[in-house]
């Protein structure tokens, strides 16, 4: 039963008034093509204009390789002339090292030199006061010697005696 009752209301809606297609269609065909004829060609430049921005992606990609390219000789150029200037540095500084040794070694030389000198006038000079030293202590012995001989013998007179 229920199934009739949608059939009825089925049927009922197909007897609704189909309305009819307007008078110029005819017209608006022509219209449509044209319409469609815009619409290609929107369609048209929008395809040109999406090649044309995946060339200049393109372009913009092979700018950035070629700035790529520069930075990096660039840096290249800058490491090269940095390993020759601390070449050039380490060069000279070598050569000032050995020369620094070669004065200090002169220097040594020319001290140890003066060194030695100082060492042998000052040992000359000890073994002179020495010797005088001994030949005065040693004459002082012989005059002392004497003095207690010549008072041990009678013949010469203490200090003492003379006060």
Same mark, same amino acid.
């Given at each position: 039963?229920?199934?009739?009752?949608?059939?009825?209301?089925?049927? %009922?809606?197909?007897?609704?008034?189909?309305?009819?297609?307007?008078?110029?269609?005819?017209?608006?065909?022509?219209? %449509?093509?044209?319409?469609?004829?815009?619409? *290609?060609?929107?369609? %048209?430049? *929008?395809?040109?204009?999406?090649?044309?921005?995946?060339?200049?992606?393109?372009?913009?990609?092979?700018?950035?390789?070629?700035?790529?390219?520069?930075?990096?000789?660039?840096?290249?150029?800058?490491?090269? +002339?940095?390993?020759?200037?601390?070449?050039?540095?380490?060069?000279?500084?070598?050569?000032?090292?050995? +020369?620094?040794?070669?004065?200090?070694?002169?220097?040594?030389?020319?001290? &140890? *030199?003066?060194?030695?000198?100082?060492?042998?006038?000052?040992?000359?000079?000890?073994?002179?006061?020495?010797?005088?030293?001994?030949? %005065? *202590?040693? &004459?002082?012995?012989?005059?002392? +010697?004497?003095?207690?001989?010549?008072?041990?013998?009678?013949?010469?007179?203490?200090?003492?005696?003379?006060?």
């Amino acid at each position: 039963m229920v199934q009739v009752q949608q059939v009825e209301k089925t049927s %009922s809606r197909s007897k609704e008034k189909v309305p009819e297609p307007p008078a110029r269609f005819p017209e608006q065909v022509g219209e %449509s093509q044209q319409v469609g004829n815009q619409l *290609a060609e929107l369609l %048209s430049r *929008a395809e040109n204009a999406y090649q044309q921005y995946r060339q200049a992606q393109q372009e913009v990609a092979l700018g950035y390789k070629k700035h790529e390219r520069q930075m990096e000789e660039l840096f290249k150029d800058a490491e090269k +002339r940095a390993n020759e200037a601390y070449e050039k540095l380490l060069a000279r500084a070598i050569t000032t090292r050995e +020369r620094a040794k070669q004065e200090a070694e002169e220097a040594f030389r020319v001290a &140890q *030199a003066k060194a030695d000198e100082a060492f042998q006038r000052t040992a000359q000079d000890a073994m002179r006061d020495r010797r005088e030293v001994l030949q %005065s *202590a040693w &004459q002082k012995y012989v005059e002392g +010697r004497e003095h207690a001989w010549g008072v041990f013998q009678g013949e010469r007179r203490t200090d003492k005696e003379t006060d």
